[in-house]
């Protein structure tokens, strides 16, 4: 599922990379949480509500991300893949 709700994330324009991975909720448990890399050109002018709302609209309730956060680059497996673990690792320690 974190490779659908990422694709879906390509589509809006100012995101040019997107790792999704499970994140640690304190009221639910867990939710889901998009970390993305802005176009330069967007960078300072777009907001992680406005990534919300727009992927609120474009996808399923179950899908969309209920955090995001904005990174300058995404980890990288040694074959070029996002590295969702590290994501996930991160994300755990945000709490």
């Known amino acids: ?4 709700v990422e694709e879906k994330l390509y589509e809006h324009p100012a995101v040019l990379e997107a790792g999704v991975v499970s ?9 889901i949480k998009a970390y993305i890399a802005l176009k330069p050109e967007y960078q300072g002018k ?19 991300p209920r955090q995001v956060e904005f990174v300058t680059i ?17 994300a755990t320690k945000e709490i």
Do not use: C, H, Q
């Open 1 to 4: 599922m974190p490779s659908e």
């Open 23 to 31: 994140a640690p909720d304190p009221n639910i448990g867990e939710t």
């Open 46 to 64: 777009i907001t992680e509500r406005e990534i919300i709302d727009w992927s609120k609209d474009k996808m399923a309730a179950y899908k969309y």
């Open 74 to 90: 995404l980890p990288r497996t040694s074959v070029g893949k996002i590295f969702r673990r590290k994501l996930r690792e991160r």
